[in-house]
C-alpha cells in the first residue's frame, strides 16, 4: 500500500503558475505509475495528466496539453504537477493517485488515492 500526501495548492490569478507536489510513502514508489486527476464543484473527476514509472512516458488530458507538465523524482518519492498560463476553468481540488499497473488516463485503473489540494484561478 502506498499513502498520498498533495501539496502547493492556493490561490493564483489567471496566467500565473502553480507547481504541485505528491509525497508517497509505503511500498515501492518507483514501481507504480502516477497520475494527476482534478475535479471542479458539481463536475465529475477528470484526469489531467499521468507518468509511468520511469518517467518516460507521459500523458495530458486535452484541456492541459501545452500547459501543465508532469514529473517524478524517484530518489524523493515525490511527484509533480507544474501548471502554467492558469485559466480560471483550471479550478477544482486537486488529487494525486498511484497505479500498480502501465500508466494511463483512466480513473478506474488507479490503486490508490490522496486527499487532494485547492487551486483557485481568479479571473
Known amino acids: 500500500q502506498v499513502q498520498l500526501v498533495e501539496s502547493g495548492g492556493g490561490l493564483v490569478q489567471a496566467g500565473g503558475s502553480l507547481r504541485l507536489s505528491c509525497a508517497a510513502s509505503?511500498?515501492?514508489?518507483?514501481?507504480?505509475?502516477m497520475g494527476w486527476f482534478r475535479q471542479a464543484p458539481g463536475k465529475e473527476r477528470e484526469s489531467v495528466a499521468a507518468i509511468s514509472w520511469s518517467g518516460g512516458i507521459t500523458y495530458y488530458g486535452d484541456s492541459v496539453k501545452g500547459r501543465f507538465t508532469i514529473s517524478r523524482d524517484n530518489a524523493k518519492n515525490t511527484v509533480y504537477l507544474q501548471m502554467n498560463s492558469l485559466k480560471p476553468e483550471d479550478t477544482a481540488v486537486y488529487y494525486c493517485a498511484a497505479d500498480e499497473g502501465p500508466a494511463g488516463l483512466l480513473l478506474g485503473e488507479y490503486d490508490y488515492w490522496g486527499q487532494g489540494t485547492q487551486v483557485t484561478v481568479s479571473s
Open positions: 509505503g511500498r515501492t514508489f518507483s514501481s507504480y505509475a
